[in-house]
């Protein structure tokens, strides 16, 4: 027995690792866990028209989940909680009380200057079946037209 031969077995006793080989260390760090990956975009909810705007028969007014805006007079929810126009017009938005607060309603009105809610008993129709009535625009347009 030669004394290399006792050498090599106290190197092996030191360490661990001679036995098994070479031992690879990382060379990237490790990195923390991602939870949507961004793997899905956008839905492009929110306001689609803004208030005073013009809007003709299934123009989409809001895109959103959940009612956030409730639909008021001459418009309408689909069922993914989409509120678009049922005429044409303007439209408005306006707020109502509402059991404990109050509700963001949208609706949309003939002429740009009209306020919502409107009342349909003191003021009358604007719309027979969505149409215009055009018998009030004859009888009230002369009139305002002369005294301009």
Known sequence: MSFSF?????????SPFSLLGSVRTATKRAGGTVR???GSPGKRLGLKKFSDQHVIP?????????????PGQNVRMGRDHTIYATTPGFVRFYKQKWLRGDR????????????????????GRSRYFGLVDLTAFAKSGPSSQTSA
């Open 6 to 14: 006792l050498a090599r077995c106290c190197e092996t006793a030191r």
């Open 104 to 123: 963001k309603f949208i609706g949309v009105v003939l002429h740009r200057g009209e306020k919502l809610p409107r009342d349909e008993t003191s003021l």
């Open 58 to 70: 299934g123009n989409i007014i809001v895109r959103q989940r959940g009612t956030q805006f409730h």
């Open 36 to 38: 949507n990956h961004g």
